[in-house]
Structures are given as C-alpha cells and as structure tokens.
C-alpha cells in the first residue's frame, strides 16, 4: 500500500464513486485505477466499494478508509510544505462563523498577518454547519464556531463566550427591558438564523430547555436582515447582542429579557482530532484566545 493508492482512493471517492471521472482527474487509465483499488481491498482484505453492475458504492470500511486517507495525505502534504519552503509559513486555512467572522476575524487575520508576514491566510466564512464539513473533509486546519460541535472526530475548546438577545421594533409588544414569560414568548412570531447555524442552534437548545418549540416565520442567514424585519414589526427576532449595538442605540428595536432563558452560548475552536498544528496555526488559536 502507498500514497498513490490513497490518492487514487480518495479520487474515486470524489468522483461520485465513478472510475471513469477519476481516472480522467487523475489522467490515468480506468484500468490503472481499478487495480489500485483491487490492490487496497487485497491488502487489508476487505470491500471498500460494493459492485452493482457499472456502479460503485462506498462500504462502511471505505468510510473508515476515507477518513483515514484524507489526514494521512493531509499529514503528508504539511510535511512536504514544511521541508520544502522551511522559511516560509506556509498556508493556513481558517473557516469562522458569520457572526465571528464579520465581528472579529478582521482582527485576528490583521494580528496574524503582523506576526507572520511571509504566511498565506486563506478564511471562509459560512454556516457552522459547512465549516464542521470543511474541517472532517481537510479542507480547513481550523474553525471558529459558536455552540455545539457534533462529530466525534472533531475536538475543540471555548474561548469566548458570547450572549444572544430577543429584540422587537420600537412599537412593538414589548418595551425595552422588560422581561416576559416563557409562555407569552413562545406565543410571537420569530424571526430567526437558518438551521445549521450556531445562532439558530443556541436558541433552539435554550427553546427546547424552556419547553418550546420554534416554526420561525422567517429565516435568514444575515442578522441585519433579521433586525431589519423585526424594526418593521414583522416579529421577534433573536439575535448575536454584539452585532447590533448600532440599531440599539439608533431605537431601532429595543432588547426584552424571557424569564428563566438563558441565551448565552460559547464561542469555540475546532480542529480534527487528527490535525497536526503548525507553528503558524499554533500562533492564530493564541491571537484568538488573547495570548
């Protein structure tokens, strides 16, 4: 078994589980790749991929492959990057959140820039969702999220904690500061952050603590767009208190308390389990964590 083998392996396995495309990706011959693929399931004698006619599909001991292959190549890479250009920083890949990545990424990548200068830094920002992805398919060394990692192949660690607020325009139900009942709450119409976001999973944990369930009458991946609507009396919406300190003070909405929630949540570093941390990446988590 060598990387060639894992390297067409995982071809296969982008390619929809099609010889033929990888093969074309790869500029090889389908038969070349057929047999590495044969040579793996010889060497560890087991089926990485079902036959069914012309069509391949990936077993669960190709999964397990998978994972395997992705970080040992990955692994491989950072090594060759490392030895090959020893004075230079490499790449590091960093995906965040949208609320910090609009809110402090800014800051972190300008302090990381400072201390590495002759370092390539390359973000993405999306949903929580995406970047948990990114992170299990080496496409990101880490990620900044808020709330709840759920692969057991990711390992992370707080290093901010962050408050949500329910808002409503200037006219509406509530006035400012006041606190209201879980019951009268759960009542209003919501205006809310998209699945798969920490935003949205922070508060439909702190729904289903108090009792309650959500059918958000809209759902947006932008908070402006959120408060905008709720400025508008369109209803309640529930959003990252950092973010909107402009329209607060502007009168745009005003914030209201729900008795007995708590709409605090965690903002957190992610890595695979797997990962090994370069000096630079090393460096951005202390930037992040303040050090």
């Known amino acids: 078994m060598t990387l060639r083998h894992l390297k067409i392996f995982l071809a296969v396995c982008s ?3 099609n010889v033929t495309r ?3 990706k790869l500029y090889l011959s ?4 057929s047999l590495a693929i044969r040579e793996l399931e010889e060497y560890y ?3 990485l991929f079902e036959r069914f006619s012309r069509q391949l599909k990936i077993t669960e001991a190709g999964m397990h492959m998978k994972e395997y292959a992705v970080h040992i190549l990955a692994l491989f890479e950072e090594m060759e990057g490392e030895m090959r250009e020893w004075d230079s920083a490499g790449v590091l890949r960093v995906g965040a959140s949208i609320t910090i990545g609009s809110q402090f990424m800014p800051e972190y990548a ?3 820039q400072q201390a590495f200068p002759n370092a390539e830094l390359r973000v993405r920002i999306g949903p929580s969702e995406g970047l948990e992805k990114g992170l299990l398919e080496n496409e990101l060394d880490l990620a900044l999220i808020e709330g709840t990692v759920h692969s057991p192949n990711l390992v992370y660690e707080a290093y901010m904690e962050d408050e ?3 808002v409503c325009s200037a006219d509406g139900p509530f006035r400012k500061g006041e606190t209201v009942s879980v019951k009268t709450f759960s009542e209003q119409r919501f205006l809310l952050r998209e699945k798969g976001s920490g935003t949205r999973e922070a508060f439909d944990s702190a729904a289903s603590l108090a009792g309650f369930s959500v059918d958000p009458v809209w759902e947006a991946t932008s908070t402006a767009a959120l408060v905008n609507a709720a400025e508008h009396g ?3 919406a529930v959003v990252p208190l950092r973010m909107i300190g402009q329209a607060l003070r502007e009168g745009k909405v005003v914030p209201f308390s729900v008795e007995g929630m708590k709409l605090k949540r965690q903002f957190v570093i992610v890595r695979h389990k797997n990962k090994f941390l370069s000096r630079s990446a090393q460096a951005f988590v202390g930037i992040c964590k303040g050090q």
């Open 45 to 47: 004698g087991v089926r």
């Open 110 to 112: 300008g302090k990381f």
């Open 22 to 24: 990888a093969a074309e």
């Open 15 to 17: 390619c929809g589980c």
């Open 30 to 33: 389908q038969p070349a790749v």
């Open 234 to 236: 369109l209803g309640i």
């Open 164 to 166: 949500l607020t329910a």
